[in-house]
C-alpha cells in the first residue's frame, strides 16, 4: 500500500493542504480522516469544503458535524457530505442515514472512520493526523491502496515536508 508522510507546522498548512487537494477531488472520493481529538481533522475538513464551496461563489458556514453526524453541502453539481463518526456505537447507525450510496454519489469526508469497520470503501484515501511534539505541528500519513489516487497525490512526492 503506497503511502507518504507529511509534517504540517501549523493549522494554515494542514488548511493550505486541503484546499490545494480540494480541486483534485470528486463524487465517489472517500477521505477516511483519523487521529486523536485535536489532531486537526476538522480544521482540515472544514478548510476542504469552504475552497469547494468558495470556487462555486458560495460562502456557507461548515459547522462540525459532532452532533449532526452528518453536514452536507452542494459545490455546484458535486454534493460534500462531511461526516463526523466519534458518538456511534454502531456501524449501521450511520448507513443508515444513508452513507452507504453517499460513498458512490458524493465527496465524503469520514472523520473516525474506524466506527464503519468493514463499511469503509477500499478505495478511500487515509489521512492519519497525528500531533507533533513541537505546539502547532501536525504529522500526517497518506495512504491508499487504490492507484488512481498516485496521480492525483503526485504534486505532494516533492514536497519539502515529506518523509
Known sequence: MPSLRLRLSTPGDTEALAR?????LG??????????????KSVFARALVKHLLAAEGLDEDVPSPTFTLVQ???AGALEIWHCDLYRLT?????????????FDEALCLVEWP???GDDLP?????????????GDARSLTLAWSDPRWDARLSFLSGSPDAD
Open 114 to 116: 474506524d466506527r464503519l
Open 72 to 74: 452536507s453541502y452542494q
Open 20 to 24: 490545494r487537494l480540494a480541486p483534485l
Open 90 to 102: 454502531h456501524a449501521d447507525e450511520v448507513l443508515e442515514l444513508g452513507l452507504d450510496a453517499a
Open 122 to 134: 477500499a478505495s478511500a484515501l487515509s489521512l492519519e493526523l497525528a500531533p507533533d511534539a513541537s
Open 27 to 40: 463524487a465517489g472520493d472517500v477521505l477516511a480522516l483519523s487521529g486523536p481529538i485535536g489532531a486537526g
